[in-house]
């Protein structure tokens, strides 16, 4: 099969279009043909290489992925073949408490699909039986890959961690980024005011489209100023945070008394100061999220089929085309999610 292959870390150059066998499956796992595999940034740093974490090589990167059903191992009972699914992208070992309470993502043996095993820049690809979940009614194979890691990391941070609430204030970081473009639609589908921000105004008329209520230019308006113009000298009850060094200061200093502040990365730089001030005189509170049970990817899909969330995909490129792609995210051209097709 065809498959985009690294055998050592570095630029986009060390990505590989080359042909190699395809994956042998064991009993609980099913072989994907696969349609369609979305870019995320944690392609990007496994690519890099991050320090202290080792990956297998050769490696495949891609952590979400739909396709068709081509062959399922002996006991596996819950797919057949010709089914059309998409990927959960994590799994954690399923033995140990926390995988038993349903947490498996913080299971100390807690696997991404592209990450510590091989993912989806490929014709085919293995996993385990439990993570091939139907996909939604209405949803194309493009757009069915767009949905897995963004829309678990937003309704985790947004649902399960920051508790939202209808009337809340909520400011998004980055709308054009896939999390972002996620975490407007999830915030107004709870009924809440949606802040975001952006470097352009084309993004910023995207991110109108989605819902969001007030929109900052981030490179023209300083957002910390604007959002207390806009919840009038009060602040944000929560921050949605992903960006990091360049903006978390701000973004502790923005919330309103009893504010949250949920963050899943740090893409600018993971070096802060936090200001222990506003931390305890304004009762706030700092809240870590890292991915999100199956469950939760099962809630999230539910909102998908009658529209009321919806995937965004900016553009598609051909796997073989998957070192573009990645220099495409990394300049951060897109708004939504961008797509490799093998
Ligand atoms: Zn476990």
Redesign the pocket.
């Given at each position: 099969m065809k498959a985009v292959v690294f055998n050592e870390h570095g630029d986009t150059g060390v990505l590989n279009y080359s042909d190699i066998e395809r994956p042998e499956i064991a009993a609980d796992e099913v072989l994907v043909k696969i349609e369609a595999c979305a870019l995320n940034h944690l392609d990007i740093f496994v690519r890099q290489g991050m320090p202290g974490i080792k990956i297998p090589f050769p490696h495949i990167g891609g952590s979400d992925m739909s396709g068709i059903v081509e062959e399922v191992g002996s006991v596996v009972t819950n797919v057949k073949p010709g089914d059309r699914i998409l990927a959960s992208p994590g799994f954690?070992?399923?033995?140990?408490?926390?995988?038993?309470s349903g947490n498996?993502y913080?299971?100390?043996?807690?696997y991404l699909l592209g990450y510590q095993v091989d993912g989806g820049y490929a014709e085919y690809a293995k996993i385990p039986a439990r993570n091939a979940l139907p996909i939604p009614d209405g949803l194309d194979f493009n757009e069915a890959a767009a949905v897995p890691l963004v829309f678990l990391t937003a309704w985790h941070m947004l649902v399960t961690r920051a508790k939202i609430q209808p009337g809340e204030i909520v400011l998004i970081h980055a709308a054009g980024s896939g999390v972002g473009s996620a975490g407007i639609q999830i915030a107004k589908l709870f009924g809440a005011t949606v802040i975001t921000t952006a470097s352009s105004n084309d993004k910023l008329e995207k991110a109108k489209e989605l819902g969001a209520d007030h929109t900052i230019n981030y490179l023209e308006e300083d957002f910390f100023k604007r959002s207390k113009e806009i919840s009038k000298r009060k602040g944000v009850d929560i921050v949605f945070e992903h960006v990091g060094a360049s903006t978390f200061e701000k973004s502790i200093m923005v919330l309103a008394t009893n504010g949250r502040l949920v963050t899943c990365g740090a893409t600018t730089g993971y070096d802060s100061k936090l200001d222990l001030r506003y931390l305890f005189a304004k009762h706030l509170t700092i809240l870590g999220s890292y991915m999100a049970n199956t469950s939760e990817l099962m809630e999230v899909l539910k909102f998908f089929p009658t529209g009321q969330l919806k995937p965004v995909i900016d553009r598609k490129f051909p796997l073989k085309d998957a070192a573009e792609a990645q220099l495409y995210l990394t300049e951060r051209r897109q708004f939504g999610k961008i797509i490799l097709n093998p």
């Open positions: 954690g070992c399923g033995t140990c408490q926390v995988c038993r498996e913080l299971c100390r043996k807690y």
